[in-house]
């Protein structure tokens, strides 16, 4: 069994049904994982920004992992035309917290928020849901998809992993 870890920014696809796809420690950032139920596809992006208009490069290509208005899209729609069906895709993000300990009144500088909200929004222009969900709040994570089982499992904290 192969395990990939999905580092920040990073996104990964995978018609591979030995994998286990990880990402690495969730603060801000929301991982979004995804499983073909039926074909057993997968994906996995670890997203640390909402929004790709702040880009200064060039080529968005170079880092469309990073941001929720390229990552999300490039996951769903490519497992879409790799033969997914959207009522066999399993969608589970974890995430966003507030590393600043902000409140409402700075929600610009809330990240954590602006991720999960981003995150959200384009899974739903998709016209998808998201199946589970552990967003928000104070506590690192990690995001876990094991294909072989088509299981996920998060660790919150200094908790111990569970199923998701």
Avoid: C, W
């Amino acid at each position: 069994m192969q395990e990939v870890v999905i580092k920040p920014g990073q996104l990964e696809l995978s018609t591979k049904q030995n994998l286990v796809i990880s990402s690495s420690e969730i603060g801000s950032s929301v991982a979004m994982a995804v499983y073909d139920k039926q074909s057993r596809m997968s994906g996995m992006a670890h997203i640390i920004l909402p929004d790709s208009s702040i880009s200064n490069y060039h080529d968005i290509h170079e880092e469309y992992g990073k941001f929720a208005d390229t990552a999300v899209p490039a996951v769903l729609s490519r497992l879409l035309s790799l033969g997914s069906k959207k009522e066999n895709l399993v969608i589970k993000i974890a995430g966003g917290i507030d590393v600043l300990n902000a409140n409402e009144d700075s929600y610009p500088f809330n990240v954590g928020q602006r991720n999960i909200n981003a995150v959200l929004e384009e899974i739903k222009k998709l016209n998808l849901k998201v199946n589970n969900f552990d967003i928000g709040g104070y506590k690192s994570r990690i995001l876990k998809l094991d294909v072989i089982k088509g299981m996920f499992y998060i660790k919150i904290g200094n908790q111990d992993e569970v199923e998701f």
